[in-house]
């Protein structure tokens, strides 16, 4: 113990002093090996899982599965160095990873230039450079010179780095483009899936808005890019241990209320649904497509990449400590014990360890975090590609069906329905979770073909990089246009719009300028992982769908229909159109505390099998726990709210109902969890939403504005912004246009597209965004 603590003081030391010396370094590796060892061997028969067997919507894509590993090394490690020395000893093991990660960088540059091969690629990750060093420090553990590596903050993704410590993207070729724009030299779908250049000085970077997100921000390339971390509104979290364990005790030592019980005392619906008399259904679809654009937070996945068997009670020890399974009653009506001796628990996997270095827990966005129609245009370079045509700038299509859908998908192992109901490819792998959400992303890829044909008229010499470049730029327009424009109007109050810079300028206002590089645009997670998950609260069991003479001709069941398209394919009932008038006609839930039966019981059910589904309100509310979010007292503060000691001092924004209904559950108000408090909060006048929910929202979309260089209404330096009278044309767009122009039933619509009760008008009477003006 006396060298132990000798080897403690030394590092402190050496952190004070800023440096590090051989005793640091030496307890650092130790520590990783140790890690490395553990994680290897941990596990190493985890139940597989049959291709459909667990359905999930947040399946990790190749990158994300690459950082994992990585983040579990250094969630070890940080154990283990917590354990020994305590959290004092972090700052200088972040460096000595820095200095690791440098000495694998130069030792794989040289290699490169020794073997004249292009070993620092894009397709040499980090998670891989990281695992290689250690295994081969491992295998001579008395060599210390440099070799090691990285997690991704702790020096990046290997290969040659930015600013921030990530890896930059590969350098690609650009050609003269059109008029006031530079496009990538035109690729062909044989291409590997080549990014944009390195370098945010290089023109392209003035021009083009990249698929990830990278180089949006040119002081810090990565900043709120696909496969990068959140952030932490209040720079904390709940972590029992500080460091990644799951909140599992009450302020007063007991345990914590079950999630699954926690849903079913505060947030069942019960036998009377209440339905919006204002906000229509589509309110709710659109969030859901903004939620599919910016948020994709993956999860866990078992050590071959497969998806982990989280289901049962004692998967945390059996499987995987990514396990989080959340136990039901005993007493539960729909998952109910598996047998008199064994409970249920409802499966639920750890969000993916993005942990960048040592220290906390971290989870990541596999989305590009910015407004850019990721669900349409995918949020990485091969996504990208899967949805193009690479002729005259057109995305794919498929009509077999007799009317336009996206390509098939028929290896798509998630989708319950087979052949001939394949589910399709698009931007977004979620585009079949039900479907109601597929004719938003039909009606988009519509939108983005019908401009690129007007365009190949106007501009016949232009080559389908520049088509599709063009198109991709003004249709992400539109959609910030809609998002700021005539969603989040309805959503939240006057005050919170005005506070936070999120109403868009009328034409003939001139340029928003209020773009700020230091913002971080990031996405925090007490909004990913809680607040603008209200929209569930909206969804209705039932979805009607409605002719052109508005008569509704039949319903499906949300329950039934989850990850299965078969209701897309119903050419007799009017396809996705019938299905996109529904949401148009009908009433959203209102947001309150209550869920609909199938939001409750039923998500990912296998059809035939009974509570072979989650939960998706206790999978919302331990997800927060996962993530380490704060319980919901701590963000009163932020809006301004008073303090909270009492159950009393809650009830200026909570009914009493809601007051005495909490009781019910929680031993004490600061064990609420945040998503259940802001769901019950009482809504402000003009809004949907509570005031923290609202505040929350509020922050991230002004962040997503006001950090997003290429946000439409921007002028920026060296950025190629609309000029004033495009960005006056976009400032005209109604997405009631957008439907009119990409559907053949709907000829007059609501001036207001989320009002249930608005005026209906011509479609011809709303004008057309006028292309004229930006060639």
């Given at each position: 113990m006396r060298i132990l603590s000798l080897l403690f003081l030394a590092c402190i030391s050496s952190t004070v002093l800023g440096q590090i010396n051989d005793t640091t370094r030496q307890i650092v590796q130790e520590a990783l090996f140790e890690a490395l060892n553990s994680v290897d061997s941990a596990f190493s028969s985890e139940p597989s899982v049959a291709d459909g067997e667990i359905v999930s919507s947040q399946i990790a894509n190749e990158e994300s599965k690459k950082l994992q590993f990585t983040g579990d090394v250094l969630e070890v490690a940080t154990q283990l160095l917590v354990q020994?020395?305590?959290?004092?000893?972090?700052?200088?093991?972040n460096q000595v990873l820095e200095e690791l990660n440098a000495g694998e960088t130069a030792s794989r540059k040289k290699r490169s230039v020794d073997s004249n091969s292009d070993e620092d690629s894009e397709d040499d990750s980090t998670a891989?450079?990281?695992?290689?060093?250690?295994?081969?420090?491992?295998?001579?553990?008395?060599?210390?010179?440099?070799?090691?590596?990285?997690?991704?903050?702790?020096?990046?993704r290997g290969g040659d780095r930015d600013q921030d410590g990530r890896k930059k993207r590969n350098?690609?070729?650009?050609?003269?483009?059109?008029?006031?724009?530079?496009?990538?030299?035109?690729?062909?779908?044989?291409?590997?899936?080549?990014?944009?250049?390195?370098?945010?000085?290089?023109?392209?970077?003035?021009?083009?808005?990249?698929?990830?997100?990278?180089?949006?921000?040119?002081?810090?390339?990565?900043?709120?890019?696909?496969?990068?971390?959140?952030?932490?509104?209040?720079?904390?979290?709940?972590y029992t241990d500080g460091l990644g364990a799951i909140r599992s005790k009450s302020v007063t030592g007991a345990a914590l209320p079950s999630t699954r019980l926690i849903s079913n005392k505060l947030h069942d619906e019960g036998s009377t649904p209440n339905f919006s008399p204002s906000v229509n259904h589509l309110h709710m679809q659109i969030g859901q497509f903004i939620a599919h654009d910016i948020i994709f937070m993956p999860s866990s996945t078992a050590k071959d990449g497969s998806s982990l068997n989280c289901t049962s009670c004692s998967s945390p020890t059996t499987v995987s400590t990514n396990c989080a399974p959340i136990p039901a009653p005993a007493d539960d009506k729909y998952f109910k014990p598996v047998s008199s001796s064994e409970a249920r628990c409802i499966r639920l996997t750890r969000a993916l360890n993005g942990q960048s270095g040592f220290g906390v827990r971290t989870q990541i966005d596999q989305n590009s975090h910015y407004l850019d129609m990721s669900a349409v245009y995918g949020s990485s370079d091969c996504e990208a590609r899967?949805?193009?045509?690479?002729?005259?700038?057109?995305?794919?299509?498929?009509?077999?069906?007799?009317?336009?859908?996206?390509?098939?998908?028929?290896?798509?192992?998630?989708?319950?329905?087979?052949?001939?109901?394949y589910c399709f490819t698009a931007g977004d792998f979620r585009n079949c979770l039900h479907p109601g959400l597929l004719p938003l992303h039909v009606i988009f890829i519509k939108e983005h073909n019908r401009i690129a044909a007007k365009v190949k008229t106007a501009?016949?010499?232009?080559?389908?990089?520049?088509?599709?470049?063009?198109?991709?730029?003004?249709?992400?327009?539109?959609?910030?246009?809609?998002?700021?424009n005539e969603y989040l109007p309805k959503l939240l109050t006057d005050?919170?719009?005005?506070?936070?810079?999120?109403?868009?300028?009328?034409?003939?206002?001139g340029a928003f300028r209020g773009?700020?590089?230091?913002?971080?645009?990031?996405?925090?997670?007490?909004?990913?992982?809680?607040a603008f998950r209200?929209?569930?609260?909206?969804?209705?069991?039932?979805?009607?769908?409605?002719?052109?003479?508005?008569?509704?001709?039949?319903?499906?069941?949300?329950?039934?229909?989850?990850?299965?398209?078969?209701?897309?394919?119903?050419?007799?009932?009017?396809?996705?159109?019938?299905?996109?008038?529904?949401?148009?006609?009908?009433?959203?839930?209102?947001?309150?505390?209550?869920?609909?039966f199938p939001i409750r019981n039923q998500l990912f059910e296998i059809r035939g099998k009974n509570a072979s589904g989650v939960d998706l309100i206790a999978v919302n509310i331990m997800r927060g726990r996962d993530v380490g979010l704060m319980p919901y007292v701590k963000y009163r503060s932020l809006v301004g709210l008073p303090a909270v000691n009492t159950w009393n001092d809650m009830s200026s924004t909570f009914s009493a109902a809601n007051l005495a209904a909490l009781k019910t559950v929680y031993a004490d108000p600061a064990d609420v969890d945040l998503y259940s408090g802001l769901v019950m909060e009482t809504p402000l006048a003009g809004g949907q939403l509570g005031p923290t929910a609202s505040w929350i929202i509020a922050e991230q979309f002004r962040a997503l504005k006001t950090g997003d260089r290429f946000y439409y209404e921007n002028q920026v330096t060296n950025t190629a912004a609309f000029t004033p009278d495009q960005i006056d044309a976009i400032r005209r767009v109604k997405l009631a246009k957008i439907f009119c122009e990409n559907t053949d039933i709907i000829t007059t619509i609501n001036t207001d597209m989320f009002d249930l009760n608005s005026s209906q008008v011509a479609c011809s009477s709303i004008p057309d965004i006028d292309l004229r003006l930006f060639f």
């Amino acid at each position: 113990m006396r060298i132990l603590s000798l080897l403690f003081l030394a590092c402190i030391s050496s952190t004070v002093l800023g440096q590090i010396n051989d005793t640091t370094r030496q307890i650092v590796q130790e520590a990783l090996f140790e890690a490395l060892n553990s994680v290897d061997s941990a596990f190493s028969s985890e139940p597989s899982v049959a291709d459909g067997e667990i359905v999930s919507s947040q399946i990790a894509n190749e990158e994300s599965k690459k950082l994992q590993f990585t983040g579990d090394v250094l969630e070890v490690a940080t154990q283990l160095l917590v354990q020994k020395y305590g959290v004092g000893i972090l700052p200088a093991a972040n460096q000595v990873l820095e200095e690791l990660n440098a000495g694998e960088t130069a030792s794989r540059k040289k290699r490169s230039v020794d073997s004249n091969s292009d070993e620092d690629s894009e397709d040499d990750s980090t998670a891989e450079n990281f695992v290689a060093g250690l295994r081969q420090k491992r295998q001579s553990r008395g060599k210390r010179q440099g070799g090691g590596g990285g997690g991704r903050g702790g020096g990046g993704r290997g290969g040659d780095r930015d600013q921030d410590g990530r890896k930059k993207r590969n350098s690609g070729e650009i050609t003269p483009g059109g008029p006031g724009s530079t496009e990538y030299s035109n690729p062909t779908s044989n291409q590997t899936c080549q990014g944009p250049p390195k370098s945010c000085s290089d023109p392209v970077h003035d021009r083009i808005r990249s698929i990830t997100g990278y180089c949006n921000n040119r002081g810090k390339p990565t900043q709120a890019n696909s496969v990068t971390s959140i952030r932490r509104l209040l720079g904390t979290t709940s972590y029992t241990d500080g460091l990644g364990a799951i909140r599992s005790k009450s302020v007063t030592g007991a345990a914590l209320p079950s999630t699954r019980l926690i849903s079913n005392k505060l947030h069942d619906e019960g036998s009377t649904p209440n339905f919006s008399p204002s906000v229509n259904h589509l309110h709710m679809q659109i969030g859901q497509f903004i939620a599919h654009d910016i948020i994709f937070m993956p999860s866990s996945t078992a050590k071959d990449g497969s998806s982990l068997n989280c289901t049962s009670c004692s998967s945390p020890t059996t499987v995987s400590t990514n396990c989080a399974p959340i136990p039901a009653p005993a007493d539960d009506k729909y998952f109910k014990p598996v047998s008199s001796s064994e409970a249920r628990c409802i499966r639920l996997t750890r969000a993916l360890n993005g942990q960048s270095g040592f220290g906390v827990r971290t989870q990541i966005d596999q989305n590009s975090h910015y407004l850019d129609m990721s669900a349409v245009y995918g949020s990485s370079d091969c996504e990208a590609r899967t949805v193009r045509s690479f002729s005259n700038g057109l995305l794919k299509t498929n009509t077999a069906s007799g009317y336009v859908l996206p390509p098939q998908a028929p290896n798509d192992t998630n989708c319950q329905s087979k052949n001939p109901y394949y589910c399709f490819t698009a931007g977004d792998f979620r585009n079949c979770l039900h479907p109601g959400l597929l004719p938003l992303h039909v009606i988009f890829i519509k939108e983005h073909n019908r401009i690129a044909a007007k365009v190949k008229t106007a501009q016949p010499s232009w080559n389908d990089e520049q088509i599709y470049q063009f198109v991709r730029k003004i249709m992400i327009g539109q959609w910030q246009h809609i998002v700021y424009n005539e969603y989040l109007p309805k959503l939240l109050t006057d005050k919170y719009l005005t506070d936070f810079n999120l109403k868009t300028m009328k034409p003939g206002s001139g340029a928003f300028r209020g773009y700020d590089a230091g913002m971080d645009a990031a996405l925090s997670g007490e909004f990913a992982a809680a607040a603008f998950r209200f929209g569930h609260s909206q969804s209705r069991q039932d979805f009607a769908r409605q002719d052109a003479a508005n008569k509704t001709i039949g319903a499906y069941d949300l329950g039934y229909n989850i990850f299965y398209s078969d209701q897309v394919y119903q050419k007799s009932l009017g396809g996705w159109e019938t299905m996109l008038m529904g949401l148009i006609k009908t009433a959203a839930m209102t947001v309150d505390r209550y869920f609909s039966f199938p939001i409750r019981n039923q998500l990912f059910e296998i059809r035939g099998k009974n509570a072979s589904g989650v939960d998706l309100i206790a999978v919302n509310i331990m997800r927060g726990r996962d993530v380490g979010l704060m319980p919901y007292v701590k963000y009163r503060s932020l809006v301004g709210l008073p303090a909270v000691n009492t159950w009393n001092d809650m009830s200026s924004t909570f009914s009493a109902a809601n007051l005495a209904a909490l009781k019910t559950v929680y031993a004490d108000p600061a064990d609420v969890d945040l998503y259940s408090g802001l769901v019950m909060e009482t809504p402000l006048a003009g809004g949907q939403l509570g005031p923290t929910a609202s505040w929350i929202i509020a922050e991230q979309f002004r962040a997503l504005k006001t950090g997003d260089r290429f946000y439409y209404e921007n002028q920026v330096t060296n950025t190629a912004a609309f000029t004033p009278d495009q960005i006056d044309a976009i400032r005209r767009v109604k997405l009631a246009k957008i439907f009119c122009e990409n559907t053949d039933i709907i000829t007059t619509i609501n001036t207001d597209m989320f009002d249930l009760n608005s005026s209906q008008v011509a479609c011809s009477s709303i004008p057309d965004i006028d292309l004229r003006l930006f060639f």
